[in-house]
């Protein structure tokens, strides 16, 4: 269970600010609002910038995923929505419930920072697991393809993903239900509203599943959540948005992948809550107040089989992770930019006590509990320049109370040639502090207090043109170099710190996507990526994973998906998704050493498709539900050793009542 412990303890100076944003739509920045067209490709995007900017004007490499495309498709897992990013790789551990990882430009698992409407929700060192993190309730995902720690400090180093709920409107309900292969049950309810300036949404889901293996491999996740938001005048608004998401995944594979073990598993238990604030003083001056608070529980739990079972090594733990931030900000208005300064605050903390035994010998228990506090200023120019160019340009400043000061910065432009084509640039820095586990003694090893943050520096130059609001397409270069990775050193000496800055790597590639919404109810969006890695120092100790001039482990050279969909008005539709992932090196962990495998290419073929029911027009609208993902049934993995599902069949009803 999670302690109780107040939400955030923080207050803030005041800021100061002089001049400001662009930016084509007149609400209030930052309240993460969305045009109500989701078919146009002109929409606004608030995650590049923390400020309201047209998507096409946008001087970085964005993507957005619509709640409604992902609901149209049928997708209910977020890692899947990813799989349609450029320059995203998602990897995941096997069955349902697995560990799922997201790889951005090459990037570590660890590099990208992931955001609930407004709320960080990695853990502390940049890590999240994606296995339990459903596409319910969702309005829309924009992801930053690139560094952000000049408005979002830590983890930001290859991109940002930030998930927007959906807001409460005009009165509506759904029910959602379906089932199919693995003993897949699934179930979905939500609701929204308003009155007068306060608006709800609310919605919770379930999710069962017997899993791929045999035996051992259940999985279960539940998840429920909410946004109020009040808006007493056009000066002045709050939102208060809470999110709880609980998954088990039983497992019954060894770290090789083999299936041997008939009851281990993992629990996770996440809480996220946030508020957010407004209070617009003038036209041209607006302040905001972001509250986080992300805490997450997981017990890992894997016992004797049997009473006969004394011959392995066995382990129960409970750890506990917090972040808790304050967030400040002042954006001023005037002419066609905006200034934005802001200062936060954030603590983290992390928990932990196991016991394990080595066969029937007791080990000694290990316990954990550290914390760390950092304090940060950040300033932001966004301005909309003659002849519809478009600049920005920041700083940060953090100091943490372990690692010490660390700086940060990014300038882009985006610049209006012929017609709709757009040329763009951008240039920065980002970083990411070190887990816990290496910056602290554990049982199993000797932190280093002497640790840096993580670094990189990135450049990207791209292309990008929007026809008539219904075509867009972009193509981008980037390069980026990683620097002071944190490896383990397992050759240190005696009482030495098992951790040292010493790695460096690079990648650098091309993105290309195109989106298209002609009339008629048909839509398509394609996208490829080429992604070049090396790693440039390996550090001092041996490591199979991190092997000096040979490509970083599970990044994929090229990938591409596609995805077709047509929707009939009251009759239903259908989408289709390819998607390809190429060949990739990974690692085969049940050989000592561990010996080098090349994975192969694979391509998925899924499918959605709703067939609206006809019924009066006074009762609630009803449609029967197909979802197949892996439609062609082919075998494959994304992690050496473990296979990914085959075909999946689900089958369902969706009911939904509005007006």
Do not use: W
């Amino acid at each position: 269970m999670l302690r109780d412990r107040s939400l955030l303890t923080a207050t803030f100076a005041g800021l100061v600010a002089v001049c400001a944003v662009p930016l084509r739509a007149q609400q209030r920045a930052g309240a993460g609002e969305e045009p109500g067209d989701t078919a146009r490709l002109e929409r606004v995007v608030v995650t590049a910038t923390r400020t309201e900017l047209s998507r096409p004007a946008a001087p970085v490499a964005v993507t957005v995923i619509t709640g409604d495309a992902l609901r149209a498709q049928g997708v209910a897992r977020v890692a899947d929505a990813l799989r349609q990013v450029p320059g995203a790789v998602v990897t995941q551990s096997g069955s349902f419930g697995a560990t799922a990882s997201l790889f951005m430009r090459g990037g570590e698992r660890d590099y990208v920072k992931v955001l609930v409407d407004g709320v960080p929700v990695n853990d502390p060192g940049g890590d999240f697991d994606f296995a339990n993190l459903t596409t319910d309730d969702i309005d829309r995902i924009e992801v930053l393809r690139g560094p952000g720690s000049v408005v979002y400090g830590s983890d930001a180093m290859t991109g940002v993903i930030q998930i927007f709920t959906r807001r409460g409107g005009r009165r509506e309900a759904t029910l959602d239900a379906r089932g199919g292969t693995y003993g897949t049950r699934e179930g979905s309810a939500d609701v929204a509203g308003s009155l007068g300036a306060l608006s709800l949404s609310a919605g919770g889901a379930l999710r069962r599943t017997d899993g791929t293996f045999a035996f051992n491999n259940a999985y279960r996740n539940d998840a429920l959540g909410g946004k109020l938001r009040y808006a007493p005048s056009a000066r002045s608004d709050v939102s208060l948005t809470a999110h709880y998401v609980a998954g088990t995944f039983h497992f019954p594979t060894d770290g090789s992948g083999v299936a041997s073990d008939s009851n281990q598993f993992t629990r996770e238990r996440r809480v996220v809550t946030g508020l957010d604030a407004g209070y617009r003083f003038t036209h041209s001056l607006e302040a905001r107040l972001l509250l986080a608070d992300s805490r997450s529980a997981l017990l890992s739990d894997n016992r004797p089989d049997s009473p006969g079972d004394t011959s392995d090594f066995y382990s129960r733990s409970n750890a506990e992770r917090y972040r808790r931030s304050a967030d400040a900000r002042l954006n001023a208005y005037v002419a066609r930019s905006v200034t934005t300064v802001g200062a936060s605050y954030e603590a983290e903390r992390e928990q932990s006590r196991g016991s394990s035994t080595f066969g029937t010998t007791p080990l000694p228990p290990s316990d954990f509990d550290q914390r760390r506090l950092t304090r940060a200023a950040y300033a932001q120019v966004v301005s909309e320049l003659p002849a519809g160019a478009t600049a920005t340009v920041g700083g940060r400043y953090d100091d943490n109370d372990r690692f010490g000061v660390f700086r940060t910065g990014r300038a882009a432009l985006s610049v209006p040639v012929i017609g709709p084509l757009r040329l763009r640039g951008a240039a920065g820095s980002a970083f990411k502090e070190p887990a816990f586990g290496e910056q602290f003694d554990t049982p199993f090893s000797v932190g280093n207090a002497a640790l840096k943050p993580e670094r990189s520096r990135s450049y990207e130059g791209g292309v990008d043109a929007t026809l008539s609001g219904m075509l867009s397409v972009g193509a981008t270069y980037f390069s980026q170099r990683f620097t002071n990775i944190v490896q383990y050193d397992g050759g240190a000496a005696a009482g030495a710190p098992n951790y040292v800055n010493v790695g460096a790597a690079k990648a650098a590639g091309v993105e290309v996507e195109l989106r298209a919404r002609p009339r008629g109810g048909l839509g398509a969006s394609a996208q490829y990526s080429y992604t070049a890695t090396r790693v440039l120092d390996a550090g001092p100790g041996a490591s199979g994973t991190f092997v000096a001039g040979e490509a970083l482990l599970r990044r994929p050279s090229r990938a591409a998906s596609a995805t077709l969909d047509y929707r009939a008005p009251r009759r239903g539709g259908v989408a289709l998704t390819l998607t390809h992932v190429g060949s990739r090196s990974d690692r085969d962990f049940a050989a000592f050493p561990a010996r080098e495998v090349v994975l192969p290419a694979y391509t998925t073929l899924d499918v959605g498709a709703s067939l609206d029911v006809p019924v009066p027009a006074s009762v609630p609208a009803v449609a029967a539900t197909v979802r197949i993902e892996n439609a062609l049934g082919r075998k494959y993995q994304s992690i050496y050793g473990y296979d990914a599902p085959r075909r999946v069949l689900l089958l369902g009803a969706r009911v939904h009542a509005g007006r």
